[in-house]
């Protein structure tokens, strides 16, 4: 029996071995022109005690600013998105929401500033594993610390800063960036004039989690990915591909499936391999294919786990601001002012340095919320008080197996509960499952638009 799944990828292996200059490069490795890069030169705590001597982020922008730089709009991308998020004359290729942003668009260029980034911890010109470490000149890899939503929304607010915009018109985001247009809102509320949150949630859950676990895991057992050390190596593409392909079942729905391939196979007269031989197992391959050398598998370690950390609730909340409390003397101290150094740290003094139920007012923080559905849930919206009085659209897709609309619910509940009058909440009723934001032109534009351009 032939395994052409298997011979496949040994090729790839064998021709990284053989020629690094004519082998299958990763397009990470290569980012495409065509972004403006925000520096920041100073010292950058993260929550999890680690500190980024300096950092870039990747942007790009569409629609003029005006004169009192009220107009401007943040969009927050998705796990593995560039800041490309519409073709321009630097770039003119289609961006990943191409059809959403333009004149008369559902983000309408004619009246809005449009800013998009690569988040930090990712792999498309803005600073993550990939990327040279100022200390030695190698690539951080695993050395990289641990970041999380909210350090990616606060660089995100550095460059801002750096621009003179002191608020947004709008925080808005689908899927990871759903989050991050709510942790915008919580950590700057004075600074975000309405909020969009599509197919996203106010916390990761088990599920999504497990989901995320299982791709990490995928990656990890490549031997290839070295435990983060394989630049300039044979990067780990096999685990890169499984992973891509377990996500992609979270991504799309069964419905649509069943339309789209139901039971076919590909070749249906000749024996059934044991490689791709069903529809549905050669998209799954393909789509694997298309994203393995896409992006940097310690980019999907890395922003992938900050997913699942995400938690809006007042408890969290606090448990951050009291680890970085203590890690801020750290930093004006002097210790940990390198990401390595930081994260090279023993694990008996990284537990020191960002105590988790150590301190007695953690202890009794923690004590404070019984493990039971409404205590979870009333402490999710003390949490999400902060944002009572800001304009919020949350949308979710009723065929998402990866963030279920019953999340989107209960973001847009909690924040009714705290008096915010201005929630508008759909469920749409799409077979594409959560990928739908980046499908459902007209349902998902018509909804952005309105919460955009409603009078107030």
């Known amino acids: 029996m032939a395994f052409p799944c298997v011979d496949q990828l040994e ?15 990763p397009s990470y490795n290569n980012p495409v022109s065509g972004y403006s890069l925000y520096k920041h030169d100073e010292p950058f705590l993260l929550d999890h005690g680690g500190i980024l001597s300096k950092f870039e982020i990747a942007y790009e922008s569409w629609g003029e600013l005006n004169a009192d730089k009220s107009n401007v709009i943040l969009l927050h991308t998705g796990l593995s998105a560039s800041s490309h998020a519409k073709s321009h004359p630097a770039n003119p290729a289609p961006g990943w929401w191409e059809k959403f942003i333009g004149p008369g668009l559902a983000i309408d260029t004619n009246r809005f500033h449009v800013i998009c980034t690569n988040v930090i911890g990712g792999c498309y010109g803005s600073t993550g594993p990939s990327s040279i470490d100022p200390k ?50 919580l950590l700057f509320s004075d600074r975000v004039g309405r909020i969009i949150s599509i197919s996203a949630a106010a916390r990761s859950h088990p599920y999504s989690i ?99 950390m995400f938690d809006l609730s007042a408890s969290g909340a606090a448990q951050t601001a009291l680890r970085r409390a203590r890690n801020l003397v750290r930093l004006q101290e002097g210790k940990g002012s390198s990401a ?59 065929s998402d197996i990866l963030f279920p609309v019953w999340q989107q619910k209960e973001v847009a509940d909690c924040l009714r509960s705290t008096g915010n009058k201005n929630v508008t909440y759909y469920e749409l009723d799409s077979m594409y499952g959560h990928d739908a934001f980046l499908l459902e032109v007209i349902n998902v534009g018509s909804a952005v638009k309105g919460h955009l351009e409603l009078k107030e």
């Open 11 to 25: 090729q790839r292996t064998q021709k990284f071995l053989q020629s690094f200059d004519g082998g299958p490069e």
């Open 136 to 185: 030695d000149g190698k690539p951080y890899a695993t050395r990289f610390p641990i970041v999380t939503i909210f350090d990616m929304v606060r660089a995100q607010f550095e460059m801002l800063n750096s621009m003179g915009i002191t608020k947004l018109y709008a925080s808005v985001g689908a899927s990871m960036g759903g989050m991050q247009s709510l942790a915008a809102a």
């Open 210 to 308: 497990a989901l995320r676990f299982t791709q990490r895991q995928a990656l990890m057992t490549d031997p290839n990915w070295n435990k983060g050390f394989y630049y300039d190596k044979v990067p780990p593409h096999s685990g890169m591909k499984l992973a891509r392909e377990i996500a992609t079942i979270s991504y799309r729905s069964g419905p649509e499936w069943e339309q789209r391939f139901g039971r076919k196979r590909s070749q249906p007269l000749t024996t059934p391999s044991l490689c791709a031989d069903f529809l549905i197992e050669t998209y799954l391959d393909h789509q694997g294919e298309r994203f393995c050398l896409q992006y940097d598998p310690n980019s999907l370690l890395y922003v992938s786990k900050a997913m699942d």
């Open 340 to 398: 390595p150094e930081n994260a090279a740290t023993p694990p008996e003094e990284q537990a020191a340095a960002c105590p988790t139920g150590v301190t007695p007012s953690e202890v009794e923080l923690r004590a404070n919320i019984p493990d039971d559905p409404k205590a979870q849930l009333d402490d999710l919206k003390e949490g999400l008080s902060k944002i009572k009085d800001i304009p919020t659209l949350v949308l979710g897709i009723q």
